[in-house]
């Protein structure tokens, strides 16, 4: 079940608890958590409903402008097909954000490197494990396409391995491309693996922008902001006017960084007193 970035945030912060899709059969399971780039959102209920008995309640639940609106949304594309109603709730962060962040001692390192030579073994194309999470920390943030190249695979396989050692807490995925988590790195380093940290990029010191989507990632990157500290240093109108930044951007960005302490240059506490 496909939801906008938008409607993601909606349904973290509470706002949104339902969503209607037109479906032939259900596509989702009461009690299944689906893993998001906001956390987990939980299924609570699936059920069918016409279309006549819609009610502004529901279109205020589901996020949408109005009861047209919802209507109107849900006759663009197979109007053919029943409507369901989906009840959603937010269950939490990704348990997997936690799993990144934990580094393993010894023996869960020999375990996860016991499982990694399974995985190699099982390929059909050979080993890639190790290569693929030293090409992930030789060039984060980098295109799946272009990783893919590098090693000579297609783009749909190579981004179902990464998958698998995303499960692991191996690597984390990024609006654009991958990176290495502390997990993995330490996978890495106590197997001797080289690692070319002197090629790479020192992080920025601070706060990770949040997801926000490729287009805005991209528009802020080229920009070179790549920390919410950063941010602070731009007015909203500057970073708007950034190409690829629409109003799901600028409103993430304000979220967090008002999470984080910080604001828009302009919007500033001494810059709004002058």
Request: charged fraction near 25%; proline fraction near 6%.
């Amino acid at each position: 079940m496909q939801m906008r970035p938008a409607e993601l945030a909606a349904i973290r912060a509470g706002e949104v608890d339902v969503a209607f899709r037109r479906w032939e059969q259900p596509r989702v399971k009461v009690g299944t958590r689906m893993r998001t780039s906001v956390g987990l959102v939980e299924i609570t209920s699936v059920e069918r409903v016409p279309v006549s008995r819609l009610t502004a309640a529901d279109a205020r639940r589901a996020g949408a402008a109005s009861l047209a609106a919802l209507r109107q949304g849900l006759d663009k594309v197979h109007a053919e097909r029943p409507v369901y109603r989906i009840g959603l709730r937010y269950a939490g962060a990704d348990p997997r954000q936690a799993l990144r962040e934990t580094v393993p001692d010894t023996a869960e390192i020999e375990a996860i490197g016991a499982w990694l030579d399974r995985l190699d073994r099982a390929s059909p194309t050979g080993a890639w494990t190790r290569a693929t999470l030293m090409l992930i920390d030789e060039l984060p943030a980098v295109r799946a396409p272009e990783l893919a190249g590098r090693v000579g695979r297609d783009t749909a396989s190579f981004k179902l391995n990464v998958r698998k050692l995303k499960e692991r807490g191996l690597t984390e995925s990024l609006d654009i491309g991958y990176r290495l988590s502390a997990r993995g790195a330490a996978v890495l380093d106590h197997e001797g693996h080289p690692r070319s940290a002197g090629s790479r990029v020192a992080p920025e010191p601070g706060t990770p922008l949040p997801h926000l989507g490729a287009p805005a990632t991209r528009a802020l990157t080229a920009r070179g902001v790549v920390r919410l500290e950063q941010v602070a240093d731009l007015s909203a109108a500057e970073v708007q006017a950034l190409h690829g930044v629409g109003p799901y951007a600028l409103s993430h960005l304000r979220s967090a960084l008002d999470a984080a302490g910080l604001s828009f240059r302009d919007e500033q506490p001494d810059q709004q007193q002058r």
